[in-house]
């Protein structure tokens, strides 16, 4: 095939130290926006298009391993190794409610009804907050086998999902009974592991392999050895047909999804990737590393059409709050303030 021109990525800077986690809103009337989780403990929204920051979630006292932005990305959510998971409002910057914890939050997740956040870490233990009612104790799951690096929701809330830091395999278990119904095996401990958008398939990254599970009966459908140890990978939302995935050669491999034929490779980072994701509309991807940067990628812009990232599929669920609304409230938005690298003693890699 005829040789690509060399990808040009927007390189958002601002985060002092590695960037751990991203994560794209579903895309809603004001467009779609990205959320970014970094060891310098200070999250950040952007516009999900332009990669524009829009402000800093400021309250942590030590490295933001997850974060999260609920369906209409009216509120943000992040885990830190200061031993708290905050709930945020996405629009102003404030911080709602902390969840304290007795040890390291690594995952979180906004359910898809958005009334409840899961959460997950170095305990064991998987937490089911009530957002009606904050203050009350949350619901605890706790036999899980390992300390807890990834969790989702799925089946419409039905069903939990979470991997674990020390040992292989992805659990599932059901939020009724809170018992594990399927393991889907890995070798290696899985880093990553993404619901589609349309609810078919779970993507896992573990070790050098990238697989595919039917999320509906649990097959593994795909199974792909990756160049090198990869840390995370995602799967185009609209079509499906290609899926990227990053990791310790700092390189964002672009793969058929169908195949698993190399098809892209894009240099840029300086640092090992943490964490790849896809944006809703499929246009572009982001990815998040240990050289402080987020780069969004253009997948391949010819090809889609200038209406393509304004779509009208967003989610159905009625926002509360005007465009004009969103506008002056981001204005008011919490600047960061310049130099900040109050990492505390606890901000220290897990």
């Known amino acids: 095939m005829d040789k690509k021109k060399v990808a040009v990525p927007l390189v958002c800077h601002g985060h002092s130290r590695p960037v751990v986690d991203l994560f794209y809103s579903p895309i809603t009337p004001d467009g779609f926006f990205l959320i970014s989780a970094s060891k310098d403990s200070s999250p950040m929204l952007r516009n999900g298009e332009t990669g524009d920051w829009i402000g800093t979630f400021e309250g942590h006292k030590g490295a933001v391993w997850s974060c999260c932005l609920d ?5 943000a959510a992040s885990g830190s190794a200061d031993f708290s998971a905050k709930l945020w409002d996405a629009l102003t910057g404030d911080e709602l409610q902390s969840f304290e914890h007795k040890h390291i939050v690594r995952a979180c997740a906004f359910s898809e009804d958005t009334h409840l956040l899961l959460t997950g870490g170095f305990e064991k233990i998987l937490r089911i907050f009530d957002l009606n009612r904050p203050d ?9 086998p390992g300390s807890i690096r990834t969790v989702a929701w799925l089946h ?24 594990i119904v399927q393991t889907l095996e890995t070798m290696s401990p899985v880093t990553s592991a993404e619901v589609s958008q349309d609810g078919r398939y779970i993507t896992t990254a573990d070790g050098s392999t990238v697989k595919f599970w039917d999320a509906n009966h649990f097959g593994l459908v795909k199974s792909y050895d990756m160049p090198c140890n990869v840390e995370s990978a995602s799967l185009e939302p609209k079509f499906g ?51 402080g940067t987020i780069r969004i990628w253009q997948l391949s812009p010819a090809s889609h ?32 303030k310049e130099g900040k690298t109050t990492e505390k003693d606890k901000a220290t890699d897990a």
């Open 71 to 75: 369906t209409n990305a009216l509120r």
């Open 136 to 144: 009350a104790p949350p619901r605890e799951v706790d036999n899980s």
């Open 156 to 179: 419409s809330d039905q069903t939990i999902l979470s991997s674990c830091a020390d040992i292989g395999g992805v659990r599932l278990w059901d939020i009724r009974s809170g018992k």
């Open 241 to 291: 047909n290609k899926f990227v995935a990053g990791g310790e050669d700092m390189w964002i491999h672009v793969f058929d999804f169908h195949t698993g034929e190399q098809i892209g490779c894009n240099k840029g980072h300086h640092g090992p990737v943490h964490c790849v994701r896809f944006s809703p509309g499929g246009e572009s991807y982001a990815s998040g590393s240990e050289d």
């Open 305 to 336: 059409d200038e209406n393509d990232s304004l779509p009208g599929n967003g989610p159905t669920g009625k926002v509360k709050v005007s465009a004009d609304d969103v506008a002056q409230k981001i204005e008011a938005f919490h600047i960061s």
